[in-house]
Antibody, heavy 116, light 106 residues
């Protein structure tokens, strides 16, 4: 059974950093592109970043480029999102997701709240 | 950026009623994907490549369209179908989602 279990969310002050993780199981993690999608409170879905199967390619939406870093450790079957210089508008549930034909599996999401 | 515009944004349907949601893209896309999200839950892939049902999705659901105009249909509303539905494209970066359609039970 495919499972994506995210962790590391929390409350952080504007301008500070936070790193969220996503532990994958039930599939060969190193064979798949992975991504983060977020959802602000009471809002819609927004793709944040994606990473190639081997980590050699990373892709970001413009609003997080230069502030967020997506990475992966295939030996640990884990996806990461390092978020620096956080802003109030980054407040959202962050989902890790596996894009194949669409995002076919989603983690449970972690809440990141940016507030002073 | 390809903007996806869903309509309506909210709607209510009675059990047995036919439901149609539209998704219009600002530029042509090859496929549209649809997700179902219930309250306090993660989204689930519902329809992929415009018209193919994801595993476990009842056949009262269907999708169609091409180019810039797509639709999502429930042939006969069921109580369990109340949810928010999102369309999505990954034809070009940034991958984008529609604003969502909240479908309520009447």
């Amino acid at each position: 059974e495919v499972q994506l279990v995210a962790s590391g969310g929390g409350l952080v002050q504007p301008g500070r950093s936070l790193k969220v993780s996503c532990a994958a199981s039930g599939f060969t993690f190193s064979d798949y592109v992975m991504a983060w999608v977020r959802q602000a409170p009471k809002k819609g879905l927004e793709w944040v970043a994606a990473i190639s199967y081997d980590g050699s390619g990373t892709y970001y939406r413009d609003s997080v480029k230069g502030r967020f870093t997506i990475s992966r450790d295939n030996a640990k079957n884990t996806l990461y999102l390092q978020m620096d210089s956080l802003r109030s508008e980054d407040t959202a549930i962050y989902y890790c997701a596996r894009p194949t034909t669409g995002f076919d599996y989603w983690g449970q999401g972690v809440m990141v709240t940016v507030s002073s | 950026e390809i903007v996806l515009t869903q309509s309506p944004t909210t709607m209510a349907a009675s059990p047995g009623e036919k439901v149609t949601i539209t998704c219009r893209a600002s530029s042509s896309v090859s496929y549209i994907y649809w997700y179902q999200q219930k309250s306090d839950a993660s989204p689930k892939l519902w329809i992929y490549e415009t018209s193919k049902l994801a595993s476990g999705v009842p056949d009262r659901f269907s999708g169609s369209g091409s180019g810039t105009s797509y639709s999502f249909t429930i042939s006969s509303m069921d109580t369990e179908d109340a949810a928010t539905y999102y369309c999505h494209q990954w034809n070009s970066s940034p991958w984008t989602f529609g604003g969502g359609t909240k479908l309520e039970l009447k």
